[in-house]
Structures are given as C-alpha cells and as structure tokens.
C-alpha cells in the first residue's frame, strides 16, 4: 500500500479511503521500519504459554504496559522459565499485531534485569526441586567408612581426576577405583554425566560415588545444575560425594549429594579413611594386648609362686633332711630297744642258770632240766629276736616308705655341691662350670653344670 | 570362601587371614577388653592373646597393603567392560 500522500482536504470531493486492514498494514510497517530493535525494561505479567512453544505476556512499568510475544526458536534459547513478576531486559521489535490492531513487542533476546540469566534459572530450578523433596536431609545416607570400590565421576583428563587418585593413595591405596569418564562442561555434558553416573554405580563392590569437577566458571559448572544431573544422584542407589569447582560454589548436584566436598581432593578424604591415624590406634591396641596378656600371666605366676613356695616347705629337699634325722634317730632307738632287751634276757638266764647252781639238786635231773630250760629259752629268745626283727622289717619298711630314699625311687633327685655338700635349689647356689653331685635313687652322679637358669614361672 | 573358612586348632575361632580391616580391628578390640577384664582361665588367656596377635598382624597388612587398582569404564560393542586406566591419572 502507498501512504496517502496529501491529506483530504476539507470540503474536498475526492477522499482518499483505507481499509482497516491496510491502515494497519501501513502503520506495521512504518512502525517496524522507523524504530527497530530497543532494549526495554520493566516487570512480566499476564504470562501465557502456548502448546507450542511460544510466549506471550504483558511488560508493564508505572507508566504503561505493552504485550510481548516471545516466539518457541527465542524461548528455547532461555537458560530459564519465564515466569510473571521478573524484572526483565528485553531487546525487541516493537511491531503491530494486525489481527488485534494492536501494539505489540517482538522479542528476540531476555535477560533478566539485576541478576544473570543462569542465576535466575539456578533459582527457579532449586526451587522447583526443593518442592520435589530432592534435596531433602532426611535422604542422605552415610558413608561407609571402609569402602570396597570408589566409583569416580569425572572427565578422564582433568587435574581433578589426578588429585583424587593422589589422595586415595595417601590415604587408603588398597581401595580399587572405577573411573566412569563423561565431559564435564560444554553442551549436552549433562546427559553424559547422568549416564556415567548411572553405569558407575551397577558395578558390583561400588559402595560410594564421587561426582568431582575442578574450578570454572558458572557457565564452565552449568551442567552440574541441571534436572538430569540432579535425578541421576538423587535416584542413585549408593551414597555420592560431590566436590565441584571451588569451595566457594555451591551447585544443585552439591544439594542433591549425600555429602558435598569443597574441592575433589576433599571429597577424597571424605570417602576414605587416613590409614596413618588408624596405625596409631592399631599400636596402641596392641600395646594393651601385651600389657593385658603379661598382667593375666603375672597375676597367676604370682599365685603359682605363692603355691609352690609352700610345697617348699612340703618339698623333698626339706623332707630329705627331716626323715634322715627321723630315721637315723627311730634306728638307734629301735637297736637300742633290742640291744637292751637281749641284754637284759642275757642277765636273766644267767642269774637263772646261777640260782639253779646254787642249789645243787640231783644232777641228772638238774641237767636234764637246765638243758629244757636252756632249750626253751633259746628258742624263745629266737621267737622274740623273730618277733622283734619282723617289727624291725616291718618298721623299717614304713619308714622307708616315709624315707628320702623312697621319694628319690619316685624320680626326684638331690643335687649338692661338690665343695661344701650345700644342696642346690637356686641359681643363687650353682654356677655355670662348678662341680655338683647328683643323688638319685640308686646312683651319685658327678657333674658339672652347663648352664644354670632360673625357673621363671611367669611363661607356660 | 568355605575352604578358607578354616578353624584354628584351639579356640574354634573363624580364620583371621580374610577378614577386613573394620572386623579385625573390632575383634581385637574385644580381645584386649577379654584380657583386661581378667576373667578368662590360663588357657582362654593365652588362646586369646594368640588370637589378638593373629589379629593385630592381619590389621597391619591392610594398613601396609600399597597396591593400586585403578580401572576405567569403557563402552564397547553395546557393553560395558572395566579396563586398567593408563597413563593419565597415576602420580605417585
């Protein structure tokens, strides 16, 4: 359509007439052509979001407001969701909607007004999954404090990759490591990451998961703060340690972690324990092991010693002493009974054979009864001198059986020294090289000692 | 595994020759309480305190053991397959 070129005049027969149509045609054009593309701010409301991907709201401020329309191929480039109440920069073509005859916005590019477009779509997105209960305490589980096998979620050529092996070595070597390699910035990145995580994790003896990423920028980290990263850990069925970026940066996969580390050699740390501090407390339980046992042993040496000390007394070596003085003295005494009673039965038949002298009865008979007095005392002599030996024998063999002599018989041996016949219990009587003799049952051994130690009653 | 379950000759107690570094240090932990204690007989006494070394020996072999196992998840073939990890990734 030309715009007309003159204006009607009044009273003028010739009219030049528009249809609504063109008129907004041309308006559209001369509005599209004269303005352009403008950065506009203000405040999003009347948000509708059509089936098919395109946006439409009202940008409103004090003064006025303007309907936006924000077309599917420009929405999907948002990092976040357009919601009502955000302050936003929009760059736009204002433009008119014929349709409606009205004035509207083309929007090409957003950006929220006051913080960064990741910043806000960080916000919206915890949001979102913090109503979902993702994020929640109660979901986090310990984690073992020996691990059987490390999964590591992380890109196979970065530095954190190197310092969590360096840890791990210090720590605990032995624990084996499963690397599950996935990029870990860039486009697409966070579909790799939930996949490694997802493969890591069914290997068998994988007990715990670090999810690990060096320093970057929050563009470097985004995908650490997105809905599929946050899924695979929080549906992952073995506890997951995050340490990504510096100690600073806090992302979604942080929130949604079991246990969140500050950097990859801190979640290092936390997933193994330090094996020197451990060999400390290992030193100190044997210590007690030894102090424990020795007090168990010396407590019953101690008794023992106190018992034996007492059959000391008992001991044979004394017992010797006592029943070779016992026996020495019970001999003399039983000769000494019979020496005297011999004697005096001597006496008595010769004061009998005296008395029968002295009165002279007829010889014969005198002879003849002298000689059957003579006869039956001899043989009671000898029935009493059997009698008296058997009681000797008899004697003699109780106290034998009492007797040093028997006990020898039972395998005990006396020892003495050579030189001064000092019998020997200790090694405070013997040395090594000295002469000794060995009374055993039926032998003195001459010896010489080899080696003399004591006996330590403490050891079994 | 049955055949390294093998009972020492004395106490009838489990082999300690397999067991890991959490079990063995906890078992000599009751070890030690046992002696200290002292209500175990001469010869409990001194099957425990065998037991306790045995004990304390296989702790110090896993605090000793050094040797790494650092593996790498590899797609092949549609499978997963776990590789030794080379290079990359092994300071020390």
């Not at chain 1, 059509?50 to 940008?59: N, S, V």
């Not at chain 1, 008119?96 to 913080?115: A, M, S, T």
């Not at chain 1, 034996?308 to 004394?318: D, E």
């Not at chain 2, 797609?75 to 020390?92: F, H, I, K, N, S």
């Amino acid at each position: 359509m030309t715009p007309p070129e003159q204006p009607v005049e009044a009273g003028s027969r010739e009219r030049r007439v528009y249809s609504v149509g063109d008129l907004l045609r041309g308006l559209r054009a001369l509005v599209e052509d004269s303005v352009g593309r403008v950065w506009v701010a203000g405040e999003t409301s009347n948000l509708y979001a059509a089936q098919a991907g395109h946006h439409y709201f009202t940008l409103k401020d004090g003064d006025g407001q303007i309907r936006c329309a924000l077309f599917r191929n420009d929405a999907r480039r948002l990092p976040f969701e357009l919601e009502n109440g955000l302050e936003l920069l929009l760059l736009a073509e204002p433009s008119i909607y014929e349709v409606r005859g009205e004035l509207q916005l083309i929007v090409r590019e957003v950006e929220p007004r006051g913080e960064g477009a990741l910043q806000l779509a960080f916000e919206q997105l915890r949001r979102r999954l913090e109503a979902e209960g993702l994020f929640d305490e109660s979901l986090k589980r310990p984690l073992p404090t020996h691990p059987r096998r490390i999964g590591l979620v992380t890109s196979p050529g970065a530095a954190a990759l190197r310092d969590v092996i360096q840890v791990s070595g210090r720590r605990w070597p032995s624990t084996p490591l499963l690397l599950s390699p996935t990029r870990v910035q860039g486009d697409g990145a966070e579909l790799e990451i939930a996949a490694a995580l997802r493969r890591v994790v069914e290997q068998p003896e994988v007990d715990v998961v670090l999810v690990v990423r060096g320093g970057g920028s929050l563009e470097d980290l985004w995908c650490f703060n997105t809905e599929p990263v946050v899924r695979a850990i929080a549906g992952s069925p073995v506890p997951i340690v995050s340490g990504v970026g510096h100690e600073t940066d806090f992302s979604l996969a942080d929130l949604a972690a079991d246990h969140r580390a500050p950097t990859p050699s801190a979640a290092a740390m936390l997933a193994l324990p330090d094996r020197e501090a451990l060999r400390d407390g290992l030193s100190a339980a044997q210590q007690r092991l030894l102090s424990a046992a020795r007090g168990t042993l010396a407590g019953r040496a101690e008794r023992l010693e106190r018992g034996l000390a007492a059959l000391r007394v008992l001991a044979p070596s004394a017992r010797l002493h006592a029943q070779q003085g016992r026996l020495r003295a019970a001999r003399r005494a039983l000769w000494r009974a019979v020496e005297t009673d011999r004697g005096t039965r001597r006496l008595r038949v010769q004061r009998a054979v005296e008395r029968l002298s002295a009165r002279r009865p007829s010889t014969d008979a005198f002879r003849a009864r002298e000689a059957a007095a003579r006869r039956a005392l001899s043989s009671a002599i000898a029935r009493n001198l059997e009698g008296r030996g058997a009681r000797l024998a008899t004697l003699a063999a109780r106290l034998d059986s009492l007797s040093p002599l028997a006990v020898l018989g039972r395998g005990y041996a006396v020892a003495r020294r050579s030189d001064t016949g000092r019998i020997i219990e200790g090694p405070e009587d013997i040395e090594a090289g000295e002469s000794l003799v060995v009374r055993v049952a039926r032998a003195h051994v001459e010896a010489k000692a080899i080696s003399v130690d004591p006996v330590d009653d403490s050891t079994t | 595994m049955a055949a390294r379950k093998a009972k020492s000759a004395d106490s009838g107690a489990p082999d300690t020759s397999a067991l890991p570094f959490e079990e063995a240090i906890e078992q000599l932990e009751h070890v030690v309480d046992q002696l200290e204690d002292g209500a175990l007989d001469l010869e409990a006494s001194l099957v425990a305190f065998e037991r306790g070394v045995a004990l304390s020996r296989r702790c110090s072999e896993q605090l000793d053991a050094a040797e790494r196992r650092i593996e790498v998840l590899v797609e092949a073939g549609g499978e997963t397959l776990v590789r030794p990890l080379q290079g990359e990734g092994d300071p020390d």
